[in-house]
């Protein structure tokens, strides 16, 4: 299975911006749904936004629609999570998540799952 590494977290502003990155090595990577999610202390993980194998359709949560974009970078084996318009209440920390398995609908929760990165601290300062 592949293996996944996140970076691009770091301390921001309220209104900024952050790119976050996850680094995929080992299996095919195209043959994985990829997804980001997040988890503030004391909270549950939270779905943050999924796109399909080969860079197909992709799904957010409310709370980032519209200020978040998931990307694939099939030829440096890349996901991508540009953030925009950044708030407090985005202070978690960012999991990259990959899947093999197919589901007919593109996985939103955790348990669909299979491989985690290690996380990357995002904080937005008010």
């Known amino acids: 299975q592949v293996q996944l590494v996140e970076s691009g977290g770091g301390l921001v502003q309220s209104g900024g911006s952050l790119r976050l990155s996850c680094a995929a090595s080992g299996r095919t990577f195209s043959a994985y749904d990829m997804a980001w999610f997040r988890q503030a202390p004391g909270k549950e993980r939270e779905f943050v936004a999924a796109v399909r194998r080969n860079g197909g359709s992709s799904y957010y949560s409310d709370s980032v629609r519209g200020r978040f974009t998931i990307s694939v970078d099939n030829a440096k084996n890349t996901v991508y999570l540009q953030m925009n318009g950044l708030k407090p209440e985005d202070t978690a920390v960012y999991y990259c998540?990959?899947?093999?398995?197919?589901?007919?609908?593109?996985?939103?929760?955790?348990?669909?799952?299979?491989?985690w990165g290690q996380g990357t601290q995002v904080t937005v300062s008010s």
């Open positions: 998540a990959a899947e093999h398995f197919w589901h007919t609908v593109l996985p939103r929760t955790a348990g669909e799952y299979d491989v």
